[in-house]
């Protein structure tokens, strides 16, 4: 598995992004997908998590109905779709690959991560 994450960037509140998150080893296919975020000062936090068949998705409470987590199996991709940015959804965005198939909010339970990208949020 390795992982590259994409699609960061600036954007007013209120406005929205889309994060994609490429296998370029293309392993991952029967693994759960993750995406954690961590701001300035802050400790890593889990945002969302998608099964092995995409069947499956999971949320942190402060996301639910504004991020939607998906992926395309047969192109190795994950996404999170990001509306109605706030600004306190500023953060380093990392995309995870899970040891198992299940979703999971805790990052122990992902062996693999992307390098990151940065989300900000203007108010």
């Known amino acids: 598995v390795q992982l590259q994450a994409f699609g960061g960037g600036l954007v007013q509140a209120g406005g929205s992004l889309r994060l994609s998150c490429v296998d370029s080893?293309?392993?991952?296919?029967?693994?759960?997908m993750g995406w954690f975020r961590q701001a300035p000062g802050n400790e890593r936090e889990f945002v969302a998590s998608?099964?092995?068949?995409?069947?499956?998705?999971y949320y942190t409470d402060s996301v639910k109905e504004r991020f939607f987590i998906s992926r395309d199996r047969a192109k190795n991709t994950v996404y999170l779709e990001m509306n109605s940015l706030k600004p306190e959804d500023t953060a380093v965005y990392y995309c995870?690959?899970?040891?198992?198939?299940?979703?999971?909010?805790?990052?122990?339970?992902?062996?693999?991560w992307g390098q990151g990208t940065q989300v900000t949020v203007s108010s």
């Open positions: 995870a690959a899970a040891r198992s198939s299940g979703v999971s909010g805790s990052d122990s339970d992902y062996n693999y």
């Open positions: 998608i099964s092995w068949n995409g069947g499956t998705t």
């Open positions: 080893k293309r392993t991952s296919s029967n693994n759960a």
